[in-house]
């Protein structure tokens, strides 16, 4: 039987892949470049505006991003890469307990959005699938993130982790959103949002808490309405 010859290795193609990464180091160039110009000249900015600001023709742009939706998703990818997603990171593996880290998770968030006034509404106003995409994608890390932390520490005091993973994307669903509304028309501080994001955030952790995560045992507990303090009670009376 005669012999088989090994078969070659294929090899790697290296100005193939040095212009791949030159081609995604200069279109990072261009997206950290077009950052730049929102925060400079607002979230109106137009692509003629944005290659002036960062030194190159508006060719340049376009054989790099095939509209301007392509280049607000890039926007949104490269800002949720760069810093909303690490700043949230940092946020979870801070070292406090209950309270201030339900206060402090919620607090970044809404602080690194409110940190860039004239991106948000940039990113925003694109409705392409593309962006939304992109949005959607970093509140699936950001609530995954969540959804480990909050299975980890749950895990240690033997309660029932099975939960985990909605109560992580509800948290990050309804604080994103709460954000996107208050960005779009602050009708309080941003402290205050906060507080009443912390609020409900902590009650349903309470919650939660008291029946060890147990989805039986909340099922099987009667559910009263809640009892009104007496002052609200004296009010409803007159």
């Not at 968030?109 to 392409?128: G, K």
């Not at 109560?167 to 009443?196: C, K």
Request: hydrophobic share 45%.
């Amino acid at each position: 039987m005669a012999s088989q010859t090994p078969a070659k290795p294929v090899k790697t193609d290296g100005r193939k892949r040095r212009w791949h990464q030159h081609k995604v180091d200069r279109r990072n160039e261009l997206v950290d470049g077009t950052l730049d110009a929102i925060r400079s000249r607002g979230s109106n900015v137009s692509m003629d505006e944005i290659a002036a600001e960062i030194g190159v023709s508006k060719t340049v742009l376009y054989r790099y991003f095939v509209d301007k939706n392509d280049l607000t998703t890039a926007v949104m990818m490269r800002f949720a890469q760069t810093t909303l997603i690490p700043n949230m990171a940092s946020a979870l593996k801070a070292n406090l307990d209950g309270f201030a880290l339900t206060r402090e998770i919620i607090r970044v968030y809404v602080d690194t959005v409110a940190a860039e006034p004239e991106i948000y509404p940039f990113v925003m106003a694109n409705s392409s699938a593309s962006k939304s995409k992109a949005v959607a994608d970093s509140e699936q890390i950001i609530a995954r993130m969540l959804a480990v932390m909050l299975r980890r520490r749950m895990a240690e005091f033997g309660m029932d982790t099975s939960g985990a993973a909605p109560w992580a994307f509800h948290t990050v669903g309804g604080v994103q959103l709460a954000t996107h509304s208050w960005m779009s028309n602050p009708r309080m501080t941003s402290d205050e949002l906060i507080d009443y994001l912390t609020m409900l955030s902590w009650n349903a952790l309470c919650g939660i808490v008291e029946v060890g995560g147990s989805l039986e045992k909340f099922n099987s507990m009667a559910h009263p309405s809640p009892v009104l303090p007496p002052q609200l009670l004296d009010l409803a009376r007159d």
